[in-house]
């Protein structure tokens, strides 16, 4: 089990050039915080000019994959280094240190080939970094035989940094997952169900840095207990990348009802979808949103022929976003398994989409036509949404 206690993380520079780095860069940290304690690692953020260091505590429950397992749940991140951090001393002495770690990390009989990256950034120490490179790199030929010098492809990259009150010594880059911090990029409201697509869509636009509400449409007694706490666990598993998520469980039921005696059935999925999109906007706005995600994928049913999502989208007046839109369902399902999210999706419990649905839901919806039905339901339809989201409950999934 291999143990350090600094960790240097890396983040894309290109992001942040100029005013928003100050976001960027506090939103990592907040992230990796966060990501850290779910861990249940205990450990210290600190934020250094260009850089970001997480020191842990020694502890016997976590080890340097767990550490790096936490940090990869954190966008923003580009790699993780695992670091060997020293004070700053002479020369002869951090010769021996990097000997040292490279027995360590690497053993006596490596055979790898490897090239040095000697910084010296505290201008006054004696030794510069064309110096360093030349006698590092003898010194660790001598004292492994097996190893040789490549500087175009070296198999290790070893960095020696010379800053001005620690050294650091680190060859290993994990790879981050890359994106930008949640928290950097304003709130959207994600569109939850227990289905495989929308937790893989709140997924990927939390990369890019977009903080998640959720909102669930539940239709007791349709939908049971069981189905609401599928989403409730697959929010908390998003949660492991997007942070905390409040989720919002809409007791639809009344709605769905409603819709279902007023409006022709074919409809029905495609007028329900739109109080849907209306409700959500409404809780959105409430809270702070500025979009809408959904995990809509062209011609994946029949509400997603290009026909039905404009008459969908039609109601929305805040963008809405559809990161799926032209993923085909094995590359949904290959991202799903990526983050831990499919083995729930596939629960079997039922679904209040699926429940009412017509045998031959219209497929070419035109907006006239549904709008004209939709005239069917003015009598109670404010009022049941009114009440809808009032009696909202809000549970906190992290
Ligand atoms: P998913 O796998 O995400 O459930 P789906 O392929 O089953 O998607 P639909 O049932 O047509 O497709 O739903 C399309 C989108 O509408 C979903 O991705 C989700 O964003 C939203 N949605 C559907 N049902 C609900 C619900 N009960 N509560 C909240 N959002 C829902
Ligand atoms: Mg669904």
């Known amino acids: 089990m291999s143990k350090h206690f600094m960790f240097l993380i890396k983040y894309a520079e290109i992001a942040i050039k100029g005013k928003n780095r100050h976001l960027f860069e506090d939103a990592l940290c907040k ?23 997480l020191e842990t505590e020694d502890s016997e429950t976590y080890d340097d994959d767990r550490v790096c397992e936490a940090l990869q749940h954190v966008f923003g991140i580009t790699a993780i280094c695992p670091v060997k ?22 053993g006596k009989d490596c055979e790898l080939s ?21 006698t590092l790199g003898e010194k660790i030929l001598d004292a492994f035989p097996g190893m040789s010098v490549d500087v175009h492809e070296p198999q290790i990259p070893l960095h020696v940094e010379v800053r ?7 060859s290993l880059e994990i790879p981050g997952p890359g994106g930008m911090p949640v928290g950097s990029n304003g709130k959207s409201m994600l ?9 893989v869509a ?12 959720a909102v669930y449409f539940h239709a007791p007694p349709y939908t049971s207990e ?43 999925t495609i007028i329900m979808r739109r ?12 809270s702070g949103c500025l979009g809408l995600i959904t995990g809509e994928s062209i011609g994946q049913v029949a509400s997603q022929t290009i026909a039905s999502l404009s008459v969908t989208n039609e109601v929305c007046t805040m963008p809405v976003f559809r990161p799926l839109i032209g993923f085909d369902k094995q590359e949904i399902i290959e991202i799903a398994n990526k983050i831990g999210t499919f083995e729930t999706s596939i629960l079997p419990y039922e679904d209040c989409c699926t429940i009412f649905v017509a045998k031959h839901p219209v497929t070419k919806p035109s907006a006239k036509v549904i709008r004209a039905s939709e005239r069917h339901l003015e009598e109670k339809i404010d009022e049941m949404v009114k009440t809808a989201i009032e009696s909202a409950e809000m549970i906190w999934c992290k």
């Open 114 to 134: 490897f090239k040095v990256f000697a910084r010296r950034i505290k201008r006054t120490y004696p030794q510069d970094s064309q110096t360093m490179n030349a």
């Open 31 to 53: 992230q990796i915080r966060h990501a850290v304690k779910n861990y249940g690692i205990t450990g210290r953020v600190e934020k250094q000019p260009g850089r970001i260091y």
């Open 226 to 268: 069981r189905a609401k706490q599928k989403v409730v666990d697959l929010a908390c598993q998003v949660a492991k990348y997007a942070g905390p998520i409040p989720l919002y469980v809409v007791n639809f039921t009344d709605i769905q009802m409603y819709i279902y005696e007023q409006c022709p059935h074919e409809e029905l």
């Open 275 to 286: 109080y849907m999109m209306r409700i959500a906007q409404q809780i959105a706005e409430n």
């Open 191 to 199: 569109l939850l169900s227990g289905g495989i697509d929308s937790p």
């Open 164 to 170: 001005e009150k620690v050294i650091n010594i680190y």
């Open 202 to 213: 709140g997924y990927m636009i939390a990369k890019r840095g977009v903080k998640i509400d």
């Open 85 to 106: 951090q020293i004070p700053v001393m002479d020369f002869e002495e951090l010769t021996a240190e990097v000997v040292k770690y490279v027995e360590e990390t690497y």
